[in-house]
């Protein structure tokens, strides 16, 4: 039977690490590429590119415009880059309201301001009527690494741990209650927001900070299975000390999610040396964007490239890689 593209396979788990070890790095595999992180890194440089796909366009907290700068901006500052530049390619439906379109762009300057970055070039083009969905934008942006910062899971050790900026799950449970009509306190929005200056922050704190990364697709439980699998370290986290409104806990046992595989826009997960981990954790928490970080877990040498987490009444239960096909066009 032929093998066809699935929507599990842009969702970021199983199905897309498949995709991309099966099918792209065969072919297109090189140095830079194969270290699989947030961006590239070249040089004093880093640059990355993501597309955006999100359905609805406009969600409580933002829209596609937003989540498409804050997107690539937090993905060079997970590279331990400051952000600099950015481009903007749209893909506009035939029909698409210019009304809306003008939000989006409004969107887009406001989070570039507040992140200090400018867009610089960018292409538009226009598809027929029922072909585009109304609007898909592709963005890619350059940033200078911060001297001494070397952001990469070979550096991650037995011992260091790992801290998560924030509440989990908030822009997933936003965007399933605008998909599902869920009724939820205006408090639940996407948390989707520009995280460099607080990844610049930390590291002005403790340069030596290992590994950088923002769970998205596929949430916390995705990105502690690639690093744990490309460390070749155990990772386990503590269930209670994982920061869940109890209002997305409740969109979970409603549709019968994970938590852990829930995407999100506006969090980092940071792996560090021990003796940091509280002064890290003091200055996130000084950042707006990181007022309710927690230290989750550690890195173990037991059980290399496995999750594992500590629940409520003591037990330990192995968290696997997402298939992916738990939200589609979630960014």
């Known amino acids: ?16 690490a498949d995709l ?11 140095e830079i590429l194969n270290e699989l992180h947030d961006g590239a890194k070249i040089g004093n440089l880093a640059f990355t590119t993501d597309s955006y796909v999100v359905r609805p366009i406009f969600f409580r907290g933002g829209n596609i415009g937003k989540i498409a700068v804050c997107g690539t901006v937090n993905d060079l500052a997970m590279t331990g880059a400051v952000p600099k530049y950015l481009s903007a390619g749209v893909i506009l439906e035939e029909g698409f309201p210019i009304d809306d379109l003008k939000k989006i762009v ?18 538009t083009k226009v598809v027929g009527k029922g072909q585009a969905d109304g609007i898909f934008i592709n963005t890619a ?7 001494g910062v070397n952001i990469s899971p070979k550096s991650v050790k037995a011992g260091m741990k790992i801290l998560i900026s924030g509440f989990v799950g908030d822009h997933a449970a936003a965007i399933l209650s605008a998909r599902h009509g869920l009724e939820l306190p205006e408090n639940i929005k996407s948390d989707c927001a520009p995280l460099a200056g607080m990844i610049r922050e930390i590291l002005e704190v403790e340069p030596k900070i290992s590994m950088l990364r923002d769970p998205t697709r596929g949430g916390v439980a995705a990105v502690l299975n690639e690093i744990a699998a490309a460390a070749n370290v155990g990772i386990l986290i503590d269930e209670n000390k994982i920061p869940v409104r109890p ?13 852990l595989e829930l995407a999100n826009e506006g969090k980092c997960i940071a792996i560090v040396p021990p003796e940091s981990a509280e002064k890290i954790l003091e200055t996130m928490r000084k950042n707006v964007y990181g007022e309710n970080a927690e230290i989750i877990g550690e890195v173990t040498e037991n059980s290399p490239g496995k999750v594992g987490l500590k629940t409520e009444i003591g037990t330990i239960r192995i968290v696997d890689m997402p298939l992916g096909n738990l939200v589609p066009r979630i960014c």
């Open 1 to 16: 039977m032929e093998k066809k593209i699935l929507a599990a396979h842009g969702a970021g788990g199983k199905f897309s």
């Open 20 to 30: 991309l070890h099966e099918t792209i790095l065969p072919e297109l595999g090189n």
């Open 106 to 123: 409004h969107s887009v300057k406001l989070a570039a301001d507040e992140a200090g970055v400018k867009i610089v070039t960018g292409d």
């Open 141 to 147: 942006g350059i940033g200078e690494i911060i001297e």
């Open 247 to 259: 209002e997305v806990r409740g969109v979970c046992d409603i549709l019968g999610f994970d938590v």
